[in-house]
Each structure stands twice: as C-alpha cells, then as structure tokens.
C-alpha cells in the first residue's frame, strides 16, 4: 500500500513563501508524474503543477513565474516552493503521484493574509 504525507502548509503574508513537501512510501518501484492540486474553500479542485519523471514541468498560469516544483526520486519526494504569495492562493493543496494508479496525499492547508 502507498501512502502520501505532506508537509510545509501554513500561515504566511501576502508577498511571503512556503515549500510543501509530499513524501510517498509503501511498495514503491518507480514513480511517475508528480504534481500538486488545490481546492480553496467553495471551489472546485485546480491544477497547480506537476513534473514528469524525466522532468518535464507544467504550470497552471495563476501561478508561473511564482511557484517551483521539484522532485527528489531518491526520497520519492515531490516539492512545491511557493514565493510572492497572494491572498488568492489560500486553499487545502494536494500533492498527487502516479504510481501504477493515482494517489492523492492528505491536504495542507495554506492561509495567504493580505
């Protein structure tokens, strides 16, 4: 079984930065495309961003040039460095791997206050 823990969210000013982690463990052989979504309250769950396993990177456009997403296929871990923060990113953010199917970790959640 796989399980995804994620990490970094929190409470930050508007202008700030935060770096999610999302760490996968269980019975892993490989990884494929690792990403993030986010639901803020009352909407519909979006695309943040994801990266493929041979480093293609793909952003939503709400959020290039702003955030940064890596990856550590050692660690089996994705990373999600967020900089000038807006009010408009508060959301829970899900980090997702595909691994012989979809999982999805817990939810973190991230307050930007103006």
């Known amino acids: 079984q796989v399980q995804l823990v994620e990490s970094g969210g929190g409470l930050v000013q508007a202008g700030g930065s935060l770096r999610l982690s999302c760490a996968a463990s269980?019975?892993?052989?490989?990884?494929?495309?690792m990403g993030w979504y986010r639901q803020a309250a009352g909407k519909q769950r979006e695309f943040v961003a994801d990266?493929?396993?041979?480093?293609?990177?793909n952003y939503a456009d709400s959020v290039k040039g702003r955030f940064t997403i890596s990856r550590d296929n050692a660690k089996n871990t994705v990373y999600l460095q967020m900089n000038s923060l807006k009010p408009e990113d508060t959301a829970v953010y899900y980090c997702?791997?595909?691994?012989?199917?979809?999982?999805w970790g817990q939810g973190t959640q991230v307050t930007v206050s103006s």
């Open positions: 990266m493929t396993r041979g480093g293609t990177t």
């Open positions: 997702y791997m595909f691994i012989m199917q979809d999982y």
């Open positions: 269980g019975s892993i052989f490989s990884i494929g495309t």
